[in-house]
């Protein structure tokens, strides 16, 4: 058995209504799809989030670059197959797009693996299917909603009526004074109940203004410790989110951005308490698992960015994962599930997701929306 083709769709998904970051606006998500399918009809599928219009650049990395490393070859031979991969990339691009390409494959290699030992992804690779805690992420700027301070307490409020107590807000799309009144109203309204974290997606441009913000916003927190702030500096600040880390009292969470455990390597070395390793990102399973255990050895936790329907696998086969971020999929802000059938989207409740018990990833595209998002050449 070998592989026998690699079919790469990419889809342009709308979201659907105004929303920004701290650094820019979203108007779509780009996803890469992916399917391995062997010579003896077996198949698995893997998936990336592409950004806000970069599907088809992810499309073309595997089409021109990285299809004719797997073609022929052993689908079981992953560890294998991701280093000829990448060497495969190391002119063209190790990391940005081309990474999160060799990462969809990856993905498909794993749900392939676990699909024939018929058997979830998670036990698979050594955990159980134990629901996992998990937080709700949102708090995006959206100015169609009213009130900054007014539509970040209506939304958490919407978080605990699908039963989280746990949760997430952007920060650094406002000027700090603005943005400490919304995380005030935000622990108002958490009470103690549960716990908050802050998302700046690198605003900030030096050490001195990111710790001002989040001294800011530790007051409006007033005793309520803050879960973490998250990505207050560009990714490649390692040591400027190492030196927050050890001058603030939040705890610094980072790592979305970064790819390959080379990358990782110097977070590792600094303490970052919480890294956010995104497998869709990293390099796939093969390379989020060797980020995990490492960090493990360092007593460093994983609490990784986006894709709960992959991260919930990986996050049950782990010993050192702290949480699982969850988009509900009615705000409209990861709207990856969208493409999936109703009854393979992840299930939650009580603060936790509930990771799926069928073969493989457990996920399902649904055909009709895939095409009708599907971007063409």
């Known amino acids: 058995m070998t592989i026998a083709s690699i079919r790469t769709r990419a889809v342009g998904v709308p ?5 920004r970051m701290s650094n820019r606006d979203l108007n779509f998500r780009h996803y890469l799809l992916v399917e391995v399918t062997t010579t003896d009809g077996a198949s698995g599928v893997g998936y990336t989030y592409a950004g806000t219009g970069s599907g088809l650049l992810a ?5 021109d670059l990285l299809a004719r490393v797997y073609i022929g070859d052993d689908p079981n031979d992953v560890v294998g197959l991701w280093d000829r991969a990448y060497q495969e990339t190391l002119l063209e691009g190790r990391r940005g797009t081309v990474l999160r390409a060799l990462s969809a494959i990856d993905i498909a290699l794993w749900d392939l693996r676990a699909k024939q030992a018929g058997l979830p992804l998670v036990n698979l690779l050594g955990g159980s299917t134990t629901a996992l805690p998990a937080y709700a992420s949102g708090g995006y700027y959206r100015p169609d909603e009213g009130e900054w301070t007014e539509a970040v307490v209506r939304e958490l409020e919407f978080n605990v009526s699908q039963g989280f107590t746990d949760h997430k807000i952007k920060v650094g799309g406002l000027p700090v004074a603005e943005d400490a009144r919304r995380v005030a109203a935000a622990i108002a309204a958490i009470g103690d ?4 974290a802050l998302d700046a997606n690198n605003a900030y441009r030096s050490v001195h203004e990111a710790r001002t913000a989040i001294a800011a ?17 560009s990714p490649e600040a390692i040591a400027g989110h190492a030196e927050l880390s050890h001058t603030v009292r939040t705890p610094i969470a980072t ?6 455990r080379w990358e990782f390597r110097p977070l590792i070395e600094s303490g970052i308490p919480v890294l956010q390793c ?5 390099g796939g399973v093969t390379e989020w698992l060797r980020i995990a255990h490492t960090a493990d050895t360092f007593g460093l936790q994983m609490a990784p960015h986006w894709h ?3 991260h919930a696998h990986l996050c049950g086969a782990v010993s050192n994962t702290l949480v699982v971020e969850y988009f509900a999929l009615e705000k409209g802000i990861y709207n990856f599930e969208t493409l999936l059938t109703p009854e393979t989207r992840l299930r939650y409740g009580g603060n936790q997701i509930f990771i799926p018990e069928r073969p493989g990833l457990g996920i399902e595209f649904d055909e009709e929306t895939v095409r009708k998002y599907e971007l063409m050449d």
């Open 59 to 63: 499309k073309s990395a595997v089409d």
């Open 217 to 233: 916003f530790e007051r409006a927190a007033g005793d309520t410790p803050l879960w973490w702030f998250e990505e207050p500096l």
């Open 255 to 260: 790592g979305e951005i970064h790819q390959t």
């Open 308 to 310: 709960h329907n992959l």
């Open 15 to 19: 979201v659907d209504k105004p929303t």
């Open 278 to 282: 995104d497998a869709a990102v990293a």
């Open 193 to 196: 109940t549960g716990r908050l």
